[in-house]
């Protein structure tokens, strides 16, 4: 979001941004204030995935979002997306791989590898962005019933079913093909191991590359109103990462609804 300004004449000082028409992705999905489709919810993904590569791969000091959700997620009067909300970021040194930190975020968001080790690294906002996917592609709620939607997404997709928990408008638009390659870059930024999930520049490529081959005849700035390689930054500027691509974590790896059903039940408990 743009700062615009901030009023001083009052006793705590007032920030003025920019006026946000259509509100947060949140509204549109789960409250159906404007239906989406799936091509817009891809050019909002994308926006927002190189929003938050640009934060942690293209400054000088990194910054930890902590907190992506849906909610967080604003849309202007072109639907161009805008991450929010930095309340509960982090700045990484550099050199540092992680920080030892309390807990915070939104549950069911939440990476299942920091809520176990309080270890903040810039894998855990790829881990919520993965639960962001899955609410694009399914318009289900982060947790439903005390379940959450990336135990759930994940499960129908080892279980071949991934059609069951998809938006059924979104399947009645036929791009079914590449609603799986979505869904499968989901699956991978969901994985309890974080060294195998891949890097938010990672995902923000993958998910411009889709949308430039769904539309062959389009320039990335049709669809990036903001500079696409500013936000990425140039590949020198990337960090190394070793990404697992064909399937889930090795022996002695949790299971998902394990890691789910014991962080719901360490969440009740205020642990």
Known sequence: MKLLGCCLETE???????????????????????????????????????ALAHLHSSISTPIIHRDVKAVNILLDDKYTAKVSDFGASRLVSSGEAGIQTVVLGTFGYLDPEYMQSNQLTEKSDVYSFGVLLAELLTSKGA????RCLASIFVASMKEDCLNQVLDDEIVNEGNIETVKNVAKLAGRC???????????????????GMIMTKHPWGSADHYFPEETEHLLGSPNTSKDYSVNVDGGGGPGTASWSSICDMSMSSYADGR
């Open 12 to 50: 705590v000082p007032i920030l003025v941004y920019e006026f946000i028409s259509h509100g947060t992705l949140h509204e549109h999905i789960h409250k159906k204030r404007t239906s989406l489709s799936f091509e817009l919810r891809m050019k909002i993904a994308a926006e927002a995935a190189g």
């Open 143 to 146: 947790v439903s019933k005390d």
């Open 190 to 208: 969901l994985r309890v191991k974080g060294e195998e999930r891949p890097t938010m520049r990672e995902v923000a490529m993958e998910l411009e």
